[in-house]
């Protein structure tokens, strides 16, 4: 039988921040949050540049 866990915030204040500033300049590509232990601990960006 597994033992539930309470829920924790798998994001602080400032790694919120961090992701909402890298979201909102990414025009083209992806954000891959790393979760360990049911928490981020990394963000990576992966940004796509189109030329026209």
């Known amino acids: ?9 798998a994001l602080d204040a400032g790694s919120v921040r961090q ?3 890298i979201l909102s300049t990414l025009r083209h590509g992806s954000v891959t ?8 601990v990394q963000i990576e960006k992966n940004e796509k540049i189109r030329l026209s």
């Open 33 to 40: 949050l790393v979760i360990q232990n049911g928490r981020v």
């Open 1 to 9: 039988m597994t033992e539930e866990k309470e829920p924790r915030e």
């Open 19 to 21: 992701l909402n500033d």
